[in-house]
């Protein structure tokens, strides 16, 4: 675990996002013939939201990750590819890098599992006080607003993989955002 020390100082939802996206990295590579390099993918996952309080976190982040990456003595191949993810992680440029490629639709599927879903929505809260978010939840939790943000998301996703495990989660994401009402019922 050469990334312990820096996993270890992710507040709690970001230790959570980074576990998913290992964890979906996984999922997409089972529906694949190939496999993941999961080195690789632990560290895009552990670093890439570490600067997310910053303006620019992608490029700030990409920064922090290359010092931290020469200090635990990362290749300068592994380096550059792990720099660029996290550069690019905020758009999501196409990438022939099959394990980038996992981090990058992993980051956009984590939308569709329980936690992610509600680590979204605890996020957006706290960073963004001024926004009715009952309201936006809402209307975006209608059924046909879900379907049509999966079918926008799903259009976002590079590998058919990727695509698969989010047709085989749609039904989960959608009974989601109903306990996630029913929190917000409780919660008022």
């Known amino acids: ?8 100082k ?11 996206l290992i964890s979906i990295c996984k999922e ?8 993941i390099n999961e ?4 560290a895009c996952a552990v670093l890439h939201d570490t600067k997310n309080n910053e303006e ?7 920064e922090y990750a290359k010092k931290v990456l020469i200090k ?3 290749s300068k191949k592994d380096r550059e590819r792990i720099y660029d993810a996290i550069l690019h992680h905020t758009n999501k440029s196409k ?19 329980p936690l992610g879903i509600l680590r979204a929505w605890e996020h957006n809260k706290v960073h963004h006080p001024e926004r009715d978010w009952r ?5 975006v939790s209608i059924k046909k607003n879900l379907k049509g943000y999966e079918k926008h998301m799903k259009s976002k996703l590079q590998l058919k993989e990727s695509k698969k495990l989010l047709d085989l989660k749609s039904s989960e994401h959608i009974a989601s955002y109903g306990f996630l009402r029913e929190l917000l019922r409780w919660r008022s």
């Open 1 to 8: 675990m050469k990334l312990k020390k820096e996993f270890d």
């Open 10 to 20: 992710l507040p709690g939802d970001l230790q959570v996002h980074a576990l998913m």
């Open 28 to 35: 997409i590579s089972s529906l694949s013939k190939k496999k």
């Open 39 to 42: 080195e690789i993918v632990t």
């Open 56 to 62: 620019d976190h992608a490029k700030s982040g990409a």
């Open 72 to 74: 635990l003595r990362y």
């Open 95 to 113: 990438t022939k890098d099959f394990s980038v490629a996992c981090f990058y639709d992993a980051d956009i599927l984590c939308r569709f599992y």
């Open 135 to 139: 309201k936006l939840f809402k209307k």
